[in-house]
């Protein structure tokens, strides 16, 4: 995407989510859209991704967080990350399938989403997955169970899912055991809007999907 267009819908999202902040806010918005367009200069983000990032970014600010885009956790970088007397995580899940995955969607996304989990719910107290509200996120059943609940034949299931896609370096049993998913928020960026549902819940209104 050329960087004219690029800013200009970053422009269009950034003022679709401002109605109403207040002066402090939209300052940390503005951050927040001005990185993703520095960062899209160097050919490291693309539109889809970074334009849910910006009605992320402003439903947390807005809730009182300090929020920051493509921050660095060590070796990854996750989507949000946003602090208020603890950090949350938000990873952005579009529902994107590689082609050289075109025959086996839905293993690879429930793997993909395992791995984001567990992953990246080690470096904060709450971690959430944000997916697109035309995009039914395929969580395997034991990642909306605590930790302490999963049964070792679940905690089998997903690190052999996670082997198969994941080698280098693959997904560890301590991160899968520990894995922690807080919430999903669905995102709706035609109506800039974020509605936010406990993991059970969500997979329960998946679950009515066909299979």
Known sequence: MAEDKFDEDMDTITLRVSGGMNSLQLQSLLRVSNKLKEMHRRGLVKINHSVMEVVVASYLIRKGFDVDVEHPLGDLVCDVYAERGGALIVEIETG?????????????????????????????????????????????????????????????????????????????????ANARLHGIFIVNVDQATVTELEPEKYYGLVSLMPK
């Not at 996304?109 to 697109?132: C, D, G, N, Q, W």
Request: glycine share 0%; charged share 25%.
């Open 96 to 176: 994107f399938v590689p082609p050289e995955h075109a025959l086996d969607p839905v293993r690879y996304m429930v793997a993909r989403l395992i791995s984001k989990v567990a992953r990246y719910s080690k470096h904060a107290e709450r971690f959430m997955l944000a997916t697109p509200v035309d995009n039914f996120a395929q969580l395997h059943p034991a990642l909306i169970k605590r930790p302490q609940e999963r049964t070792h034949q679940e905690l089998l299931d997903m690190k052999s899912v996670c082997d198969e896609y994941y080698h280098n370096p693959p997904v560890s049993w301590e991160e899968i």
